[in-house]
């Protein structure tokens, strides 16, 4: 690497650890090229970027800003550089996870919230929810008093058509009762007509009776 290079590697550090408000400093020693390009590719997914770079150009990428003047006793062996703009707690989480199925990937120090951070201080960041999962949850808080709603004007129409069920079930034995009770009123109507016609044969027969007397 010639000097231009370098300058470009320096500059180009510089300007990451500037434009972005969280940064994770973590060792790659001992991390194969496939493992390198895996953890690449996760921190991609969510919004981050990883940097290999010599310690040595990294120190002098950080020289003139005073915030992270503390990380440069951190610097040591070989380093990778990870920057996010928003997704702190999800990029730590993707670096505590690979360095639990990576043992070589070691997190060596953090930028955050203006503060400098330790391995224990980026163990929990990524124990925070990120931003997505932020994002579902004031969903959830906000749509609960839609779902609670949505549930009793539910739990009402169930109600009415359970309802609806009971009577429709209950009409057939009406008109099963109305028919069942209709031969014992056919049958009152006879017995009435043949007591009166019994009353009409009484009385020809007692004013026969009366003629022949």
């Not at 360095?99 to 990937?105: D, G, I, V, Y």
């Not at 997190?107 to 994002?135: H, Q, T």
Request: cysteine-free.
């Amino acid at each position: 690497m010639n000097r231009q290079q370098k300058e470009q590697v320096i500059e180009s550090l510089r300007n990451d650890f500037q434009n972005n408000p969280s940064s994770f400093v973590v060792g790659v020693k001992g991390l194969t090229v496939s493992q390198l390009e895996a953890l690449r590719g996760g921190l991609r997914e969510k919004g981050g970027k990883l940097k290999i770079a010599k310690v040595r150009l990294a120190k002098q990428a950080i020289t003139n800003l005073d915030n992270l003047k503390e990380l440069d006793p951190l610097l040591k062996e070989q380093l990778g550089f990870v920057f996010t703009d928003q997704q702190a707690p999800a990029i730590a989480k993707i670096l505590r996870d690979f360095s639990k199925e990576n043992e070589a990937l070691e997190l060596v120090a953090g930028y955050f919230e203006n503060s400098i951070l330790n391995k224990d201080n980026i163990l929990e960041i990524a124990a925070l929810p990120s931003r997505d999962e932020l994002l579902a949850m004031i969903a959830r808080v906000l749509n609960e008093p839609m779902a609670m709603f949505a549930r009793a004007v539910q739990a009402i129409a169930d109600k009415k058509a359970e309802g609806g069920n009971v009577s429709i079930e209950a009409a057939p034995q009406e008109v099963s009762s109305e028919i069942s009770a209709a031969p014992a009123s056919e049958a009152s109507v006879e017995s009435a007509q043949d007591a009166s016609m019994e009353k009409e044969k009484s009385e020809e027969a007692t004013s026969e009776e009366n003629k022949s007397e």
